[in-house]
């Protein structure tokens, strides 16, 4: 009998918790630029960190946040995908309507 109470309050316990996280989780959501992902599909994705950043995902997120113009960083890059970055870019500006100019 001492088993089933046990078990019957941890259950509880985990219900409650579990509930506690699916409300955190709605709550305190980021929403995260989608562009960051699509100009990361665009690097060479070597994640060699010769461009300064910790890897591409970092250098995707510094293009897009506008703190990075210079793509020619980017050393294995070749300069067709960094042209289609600048062109992704141009025809997906920021949500207040401002273009970010990177320069190849």
Known sequence: MEVLWALLVLLGLGLILGLGLAIAATVFYVKEDERIEAVEKMLPNANCGNCGYAGC????????????????????????????II???????????????PKI
């Not at 062109?87 to 100019?101: A, F, I």
Request: glycine share 6%.
């Open 57 to 84: 995902r970092a250098m995707a997120e510094a293009i897009v946040s506008g703190k990075e113009t210079n793509l020619r960083k980017c050393k294995p890059g070749k300069v067709e995908n960094l042209q289609k």
């Open 87 to 101: 062109d992704y870019l141009e025809q997906h500006p920021n949500d207040d309507g401002t273009k970010l100019n």
